[in-house]
């Protein structure tokens, strides 16, 4: 299965800004399919790396997972999405949102409250900034930039993310799950859409030299996310890959992670 699907990885924003658009880079020669860039953020700012990386590549698909509306406003980021996606040429640059972590969140105090409605109220407006429409809120300017087609998918767990994912989003991303709750993911995914689906799915593993709750081991890493795709039924997933997690370690060298994650994934 793995062979069957797109590839990619998905980063920590840690190391320094030239080694990551390097990774990208590195992603795409070896044959992955794509990369998702985390927003940490008082990190190395994603929306940028991703804009140099778009400069230097021409086919892997570029994907900020995930940013929060409680950090940036949605519709600043759906802006800054859609000159992304125009760097890049088009087409290759995917909107991941979602509340946000204690990383992102806890240095500013953010507490989450209305998560989902939050959320909601996020997709809207950055659909309609996207298309060039008004919405509640938002009322399109003269110097708005042209309407363009960039994906929002959305990370997310609990059910009622989830159910709003499934309905409202182009797709899903989730990493770092257990069994029981990737059959919550097929569940809600299934009765959004039945078999027909149109919510994707970028189903992750975490992956680092030794296991922990949440985290396989490299050798396991393939045959881990062969086993959670064939129980997730249909629809499957619509790409695999592996979540870098050895990459909080800002001494990490994410080029070669890349590379080991390729190997793992049957690319380079």
Not at 15 to 21: Q, S
Not at 38 to 47: I, L, T, Y
Not at 162 to 174: H, N, P, R, S
Not at 224 to 252: F, H, I, Q
């Amino acid at each position: 299965m793995i062979d069957r699907l797109p590839a990619g990885v998905w980063l920590f924003p840690a190391a320094p800004a030239d080694r990551l658009i390097a990774a990208v880079v590195r992603a795409e020669e070896l044959g992955l399919d794509e990369v998702w860039l985390a927003d940490e953020g008082v990190a190395r700012e994603p929306m940028t790396v991703l804009a140099a990386a778009a400069r230097e590549t021409g086919r892997i698909r570029l994907a900020v997972g995930i940013t929060s509306p409680l950090l940036r406003h949605p519709g600043a980021v759906a802006a800054t999405a859609a000159t992304v996606d125009e760097l890049s040429g088009g087409g290759r640059f995917v909107l991941g949102l979602g509340v946000g972590g204690d990383k992102s969140l806890a240095p500013f105090g953010i507490e989450p409250a209305r998560p989902v409605a939050r959320l909601a109220e996020a997709i809207t407006t950055a659909r309609a900034v996207l298309a060039g429409r008004a919405s509640d809120g938002y009322e399109p300017p003269d110097h708005a930039a042209p309407p363009r087609q960039v994906p929002i998918w959305v990370g997310a767990r609990g059910p009622r993310l989830l159910e709003l994912a499934a309905a409202e989003a182009d797709g899903i991303f989730v990493s770092g799950c257990t069994p029981d709750q990737h059959d919550r993911v097929a569940a809600i995914r299934r009765a959004a859409g039945g078999s027909g689906s149109s919510a994707g799915l970028a189903l992750y593993q975490s992956a680092a030299d030794e296991a922990r709750p949440g985290v396989a081991r490299w050798d396991e890493v393939a045959s881990l996310l062969v086993a959670e795709a064939a129980r997730m039924g249909d629809p499957p997933p619509t790409s695999l890959g592996v979540n870098l997690v050895e990459l909080l370690d800002p001494a990490a060298d994410p080029v070669a992670a890349v590379e080991r994650a390729a190997g793992v994934l049957g690319r380079g």
